[in-house]
């Protein structure tokens, strides 16, 4: 496994870190779309998974005044148990309106069904119309599309050219070509005929280096803690912050004793990422089972090449299953 990254010490000093519940104003805005791309910091965070307490607040510490005056207070009225007198944590409708007549900007946790009067309230504030709102905040700083990432491209095309599974056909999906996205910088998606319709293999990086396969249910996401079972397998909620991923159910896959992850080795090869990729799907396989066989013509280069991941998905798996035996 490679060592991890050594600090930047120039870097810390620069960090800044923060709420994630803030406002920004326009001249923040405009700063943060058309100058703080190009400093070196918003690289580094682009490649971060959790960069939301402290992206924006390093970023506008370096505006020089550009981004307008940085108000550093706390903008979150939070339930506390010595406020509400008990350990709930959940706001009740008094405190909803004493926060707001303080000047709180936000506040939390609220309850499953919210009163009638907060309801009512929230919904006024929330019915401007579009034409309501560009009148009173003015018209957003046009955006400019992020390019797609040549290396996680690449690495991409490298590793779904050499997943073979069962020779029937493999979706490989690249988000961060198709849709001009760099946030993961690498992203797989992969479905086979055997595959329910409701489940896919999903393999991401941020950094080209630390990689994560996941078998998903595609379910609609729903914001339930409780582990359920899906296709006969636990599938506990996955706690991740990555576009298209909040709220998906990770099915588990007790076949991988790493649970996904995998680091590329100091050479580049991928091939223990290969067989990874070929785990997960051989497990998903599993998950919906047809009661008729698939009848499809397999030609003999097409067995072979089947045979052949079996051996390397198996080999591979053997020998990391040595290498963690004990001495005697």
């Known amino acids: 496994m490679s060592p991890p990254l050594a600090r930047d010490p120039a870097f810390l000093a620069r960090l800044r870190h923060g709420s994630n519940w803030y406002v920004l104003s326009r001249a923040a805005c405009a700063y943060l779309n058309d100058a703080a791309p190009a400093l070196p910091d918003a690289a580094r965070f682009r490649r971060t998974v959790h960069a939301d307490e402290d992206m924006v607040q390093t970023l506008l510490a370096q505006a020089g005044g550009r981004a307008g005056t940085v108000a550093d207070r706390e903008t979150t009225f939070v339930a506390w148990p010595h406020i509400i007198g008990d350990d709930s944590m959940i706001f009740r409708e008094a405190d909803f309106f004493a926060a707001r007549d303080a000047g709180w900007l936000f506040i939390r946790k609220r309850p499953t069904v919210l009163t009638e009067r907060v309801a009512a309230t929230l919904e006024a504030s929330a019915g401007m119309t579009?034409?309501?709102?560009?009148?009173?905040?003015?018209?957003?700083?046009?955006?400019?599309?992020?390019?797609?990432?040549?290396?996680?491209?690449?690495?991409?095309?490298?590793?779904?050219?050499?997943?073979?599974?069962?020779?029937?056909?493999?979706?490989?999906?690249?988000?961060?070509?198709?849709?001009?996205?760099r946030d993961p910088l690498f992203s797989l998606t992969f479905q086979t005929d055997r595959i329910p319709d409701d489940v896919e293999v999903r393999v991401i990086s941020h950094n080209l280096m630390d990689f994560r396969v996941l078998l998903l249910s595609m379910a609609p996401p729903a914001i339930d803690f409780a582990t359920r079972?899906?296709?006969?397998?636990?599938?506990?909620?996955?706690?991740?912050?990555?576009?298209?991923?909040?709220?998906?159910?990770?099915?588990?896959?007790?076949?991988?004793?790493?649970?996904?992850?995998?680091?590329?080795?100091?050479?580049g090869s991928v091939s223990g990422l290969v067989r990874r990729i070929e785990l997960h799907l051989a497990a998903a396989e599993t998950l919906g089972r047809r009661s008729e066989p698939l009848v499809q013509p397999r030609p003999l280069a097409v067995a072979a090449r089947e045979a052949a991941a079996r051996w390397r998905s198996a080999h591979w798996m053997l020998r990391r299953l040595l290498r963690r035996r004990p001495a005697a």
């Not at 579009?130 to 040549?150: F, R, S, Y």
């Not at 599938?235 to 990770?250: G, K, N, S, V, W």
């Open 229 to 267: 079972h899906i296709h006969g397998r636990l599938a506990p909620l996955l706690r991740i912050r990555c576009d298209d991923f909040y709220c998906r159910r990770e099915i588990l896959v007790p076949e991988d004793p790493a649970h996904g992850f995998w680091t590329r080795p100091s050479d």
């Open 130 to 181: 579009e034409a309501e709102l560009t009148a009173a905040a003015g018209a957003c700083p046009e955006t400019v599309p992020a390019l797609p990432d040549p290396d996680g491209i690449a690495l991409a095309r490298r590793v779904a050219r050499a997943v073979v599974r069962r020779g029937r056909r493999v979706r490989a999906d690249l988000p961060n070509l198709r849709r001009g996205r």
